[in-house]
């Protein structure tokens, strides 16, 4: 037993040897940065500098504030439109890359589905705002085909549609991922006992792809939720989201302990999202 313990001690040294690298990374650019903002999120702007005196003043002027609140409000909204619009493009095309195409066209397939990431973000989003424009591509086939236009840009859905073009790559890799780690004697073996093909993707399929649905869906939400770029391009300032919100705090105000209140209820909203996520994929 004396052996036993000292090996299982020596493993969890070394353990801990290998992960100090990433737990020295991880301390050093997130949680003292963190700690940081957290800290200057109780302090008050002043006509000459900050009180530094703690104090939940900020956070009380974030519900006080309906600007405010309606920014966050806006941020869910977009980033759960998103996520769901994202998860029901991209679980098809990952299917049809993974399942249908025969495995010789599948790397085209997905250097296709990685061609939008060799595209600058900002480039990505100027884009958009020529397609949706008033005058833009999009009005221009519609008006080629005697159809209305469509009054997008600077606005919601200019947003919506944006982020879904570029979320909805990044879950065809994590789905992708998942569908091609299951066996395919699984679907064999349920259309052998009588199932349906939707049969088989509702029990067996489904089931086994949710996590990599889950992955892509929360890393959607954090990235989406967070991003100032896209909502000030395509949505033109017209709905306000929260990082756009913090942007106005330090440019316009300069009240950092305001933006860093903000910026701290931005990472309880995604932490949330995760602690959701981590307690529907708890096996039951």
Known sequence: MIRAASIETRDRRRALALAAPALAWTAAFFALPFAVMATASLWRRTDTGFDRRPSLENYADF???????????????????????????????????????PERYRRIALALAVIPFWTSYVVRSYAWSLVLAKKGVLNGWLAAWGLGALDLANSRAATVIGFTHFFTMLLVLTIYASLVQLPRNLRLAAADLGASRFQTFRFVVLPLTLPGVAVGAFLTFALCIGDYVTPQILGGGNDLALPQLVMLQISRRADLPMAAALSVILMVLVTLAYLAMARWMRPR
């Not at 309906?66 to 998103?82: D, F, H, R, W």
Request: glycine share 0%; charged share 10%; proline share 3%.
């Open 63 to 101: 519900w006080s504030q309906s600007a405010y609140v309606e920014a966050a409000v806006n941020s869910v909204e977009i980033t759960l439109a998103v996520t769901c619009l994202s998860v029901l493009l991209a679980y098809p095309l990952a299917w049809i890359i993974a399942v249908e195409l």
